[in-house]
């Protein structure tokens, strides 16, 4: 157990709709990543957000959202959806101090279907 | 041409061999990730390098940072050893924010399929 929580683990959906996914992290870490695997693009880096605030961008759609909230949790919001948009995406934090600083763990995933 | 290239992409063994998965890329990095992938989705991280050889149980991570070039051993492979095995780097710091530990490129994966 990783310790990064993610929520749903499964989601279907059809073109058009928008969904929500929620990524708690470790206790302690500050920082949030989004990633995305899908099976033509391999695994991508979204975004990060550090306490609250957005620090890092990636490759990802203007569609796309996330935000942190002061508790630390994580959305990613997806919107428009479209079938290309079906994939896992995985949350991870990271560790920020001390020896194993820059370490990652990630969450078990969420499968976005859309059909 | 990919940053971060993986070889090989698919690899069967026997239980017991000794596996080495290579990993090249082409730019200046801060430090390099060893994934772990099962079946069912779920990422562990191996390790994490910036310089020579971390071991950890059966598994040795090493990296040349002059050569752009780490390599994943695994001695006595076992049938649980069977996952997609994922290198990715972490760039340089381009950010006036600060490092990004979680800003990766990925390889494309090795899949290991350990036959016992």
């Known amino acids: 157990d990783s310790g990064v929580t993610q929520t749903p683990k499964h989601l279907i959906t059809a073109t058009g709709q928008r969904v929500t996914l929620r990524c708690s992290p470790r206790?302690?870490?500050?920082?949030v990543y989004w990633y995305q695997q899908s099976l033509d693009q391999g695994l991508q880096f979204l975004i990060q957000?550090?306490?609250?605030?957005?620090?890092a961008k990636g490759n990802i759609l203007e569609r796309f959202s996330a935000q942190q909230f002061p508790d630390l949790h994580s959305e990613l919001n997806l919107s428009s959806l479209e079938l290309g948009d079906s994939a896992l995406y995985f949350c991870?934090?990271?560790?920020?101090?001390?020896?194993?600083?820059?370490?990652?763990?990630f969450g078990e995933g969420s499968r976005l279907t859309v059909l | 041409k990919n940053e971060v290239e993986q070889s090989p992409q698919n690899l069967t063994a026997q239980e017991g061999e000794f596996i080495t998965i290579n990993c090249s890329y082409s730019?200046?990095?801060?430090?390099l990730h060893w994934l772990q992938q099962h079946p069912g989705g779920g990422i562990v991280s191996l390790f994490m390098?910036?310089?020579g050889k971390k071991k950890h149980g059966r598994l040795i991570a090493t990296i040349n940072i002059q050569e752009k070039h780490s390599s994943l051993h695994i001695t006595a492979s076992h049938p649980r050893d069977s996952a997609v095995y994922i290198c990715?780097?972490?760039?340089?710091?381009?950010?006036?924010?600060?490092?990004?530990?979680?800003?990766?490129?990925f390889g494309q994966g090795t899949i290991l399929t350990v036959h016992p």
């Open positions: 957000y550090y306490n609250g605030e957005e620090r």
């Open positions: 991870a934090s990271s560790v920020t101090s001390g020896g194993r600083t820059g370490e990652l763990f």
């Open positions: 990715a780097v972490r760039p340089h710091a381009s950010n006036a924010g600060g490092t990004s530990y979680g800003k990766l490129t």
């Open positions: 206790s302690g870490d500050l920082s």
């Open positions: 730019v200046g990095i801060s430090a």
């Open positions: 390098l910036s310089s």
